[in-house]
């Protein structure tokens, strides 16, 4: 059934996204071109862009706030049994190999959970999964503002329990601070090579 409710969620976040996966994007306009694994129709300016959330002291930030260099953002929630701690620690692994090689990449993990997804949880997920990594939330309102401007996708298949469910798209997504979003990778790419995609945006940013 995860399996199931794991496929469903991915299928509607590609299309949110409205994603064509191809080998190479070209064009002469594009400093990033040789770096690309991905499209997104509309192109990459259709995603990202400004948020204000709450970090893990309960502070109301925006994005110029936690994004000040290149940055690999992630939206799940704590509760999340297998996937998100798998992929969150997939990303974890990537900006430690980037970091070997002098390149510094802040991890963000951003909840789509805030009913139960409190400034102190999110802080000791991300505290946990990485020494580095910042973890934010908010209200429905502003979780949901922030979402909606990546275009992921979420859906808590609340019964009452305190251990239900949410649906959510799995993809990362890499954000410069000086050209904003620029590529997003899928969960079932293994950190190294995650890590050599990046260094090859950072090299040309």
Do not use: W
Not at 120 to 131: L, P, Q, R, T, Y
């Amino acid at each position: 059934m995860m399996k199931t409710a794991l496929f469903a969620a991915t299928i509607a976040g590609a299309a949110a996204l409205g994603v064509v996966y191809f080998n190479l994007q070209t064009g002469s306009d594009d400093r990033f071109a040789q770096c690309r694994a991905t499209a997104v129709a509309g192109g990459a300016d259709e995603i990202g862009g400004p948020f204000t959330l709450m970090n893990s002291a309960g502070e109301t930030v925006t994005d110029a706030d936690v994004i000040t260099e290149p940055s690999l953002i992630y939206f799940g929630y704590t509760f999340c049994p297998d996937v998100c701690p798998l992929d969150v620690a997939r990303n974890a692994d990537a900006v430690d190999v980037l970091a070997e090689h002098g390149k510094s990449v802040t991890p963000i993990f951003i909840s789509i959970d805030p009913k139960r997804d409190t400034p102190e949880a999110v802080g000791d997920f991300a505290s946990n999964m990485h020494e580095r990594m910042i973890g934010l939330t908010g209200t429905p309102e502003q979780v949901k503002a922030a979402s909606q401007t990546y275009r992921t996708y979420y859906k808590a298949h609340d019964d009452g329990s305190d251990y239900y469910l949410v649906d959510h798209s799995t993809f990362s997504y890499l954000v410069l601070p000086e050209h904003g979003f620029v590529e997003f990778f899928r969960r079932e790419l293994a950190p190294e090579e995650m890590a050599d995609r990046i260094a090859c945006f950072i090299d040309n940013a």
